[in-house]
């Protein structure tokens, strides 16, 4: 086994073991030059996988420390999940923020997307989602009138909103239409999501759809960099 190997396989052991947990500084490229017997090159290149698989970060000056570990949640293209219902099947604790609920006039964009009728009005919806108290994404709805009049300040603060739509209202998302983007921390959502402006963001549009293809929700959702999404694509052999 080539020595770089060895030396991610055992700070991924620390890691795993608690021995080294998030902010600890990692034992420095002399160091494990030494315990190793190799060089520092080889030290850099097992830190170089490890710095970009997010297990570790180098700060120029202070040192190479362990890294917050990433939140992810899958694509399950089989059926329609919330993000909270994804992460929380991995035992993560979701709370919100709510940072704004109030009605407004729709724009030309969201008449089109949620089929709205002149002169209807809709409700804006902003909300911080937490993982284990930590801000991890900014969501931003927009919700029919009908829909949003429904909606009380208890839901907003306590539920998904796929959970308000098919237990408060009766009417499950079986259909998500979107598209998944790059993007940067700008003004108020960099102040929101505690990051630096500039910071690259994971940005997901989407709209929330009931089983008869009616718009139900339009939005949008930013998430930190330290956000992940995992999938799997198989082929059928059959259509190899």
Do not use: C, W
Request: no cysteine.
């Amino acid at each position: 086994m080539p020595l770089y190997v060895r030396i991610q396989r055992f700070l991924r052991a620390e890691i795993a073991a608690g021995r080294l947990v998030e902010g600890d500084r990692t034992p420095s490229e002399p160091e494990l030059a030494s315990q190793f017997s190799t060089t520092r090159a080889t030290v850099a290149k097992a830190f170089q996988q490890l710095v970009y698989e997010g297990a570790i970060v180098r700060r120029a000056g202070s040192g190479t420390f362990v890294a917050r570990p990433p939140i992810s949640a899958p694509i399950d293209l089989s059926r329609v999940r919330s993000f909270e219902e994804q992460l929380a099947a991995k035992g993560a604790v979701i709370d919100y923020e709510v940072l704004g609920f109030a009605s407004d006039r729709p724009s030309p964009i969201e008449i089109e997307a949620l089929h709205l009728d002149d002169g209807e009005e809709v409700y804006r919806l902003d909300r911080l989602r937490l993982v284990g108290g930590e801000r991890m994404s900014l969501e931003r709805r927009v919700i029919p009138g009908e829909l949003g009049r429904r909606m009380s300040e208890e839901m907003i603060r306590t539920k998904s909103i796929h959970r308000i739509l098919d237990e408060d209202l009766r009417l499950p998302v079986l259909r998500v239409e979107g598209a998944i983007r790059a993007g940067i921390a700008k003004g108020a959502v960099a102040g929101q999501l505690a990051v630096k402006r500039g910071s690259p963001l994971l940005i997901r549009d989407y709209v929330l759809l009931s089983a008869d293809r009616r718009p139900l929700v339009r939005g949008e959702s930013f998430y930190r960099e330290d956000f992940h999404i995992n999938y799997v694509v198989q082929q059928n052999p059959r259509e190899a």
